[in-house]
């Protein structure tokens, strides 16, 4: 199974968290938690954009799927790492 990175942006500050999920179903899951308006077709874009202001993190939020390069990055800049 294929493990997602999501980048929550905390509008103004930057990201500020990244989280690991085990797969889209993970993600999907976790959305369902916050958001009952995501399909299961929905695509791994759509299931972010849902999260909007959402999930992870206080205030005006966004997320974005981040490669794991990426988010080894983003933490090692001073991210938080969620479930790596």
Excluded at 41 to 47: D, G, K, M, Y
């Amino acid at each position: 199974m294929k493990r997602l990175f999501i980048a929550t942006d905390i509008h103004g500050r930057g990201v500020r968290h990244v989280a690991a999920f085990a797969g889209k179903s993970d993600l999907l899951q976790y959305a369902h938690e916050y958001s009952t308006f995501v399909e299961s077709s929905a695509t791994v874009a759509e299931i972010c954009e849902a999260l909007a202001d959402k999930g992870i993190g206080f205030g005006a939020r966004s997320h974005r799927r981040v490669t794991f390069r990426e988010a080894r990055a983003l933490v090692r800049n001073g991210a938080e790492a969620i479930d790596f």
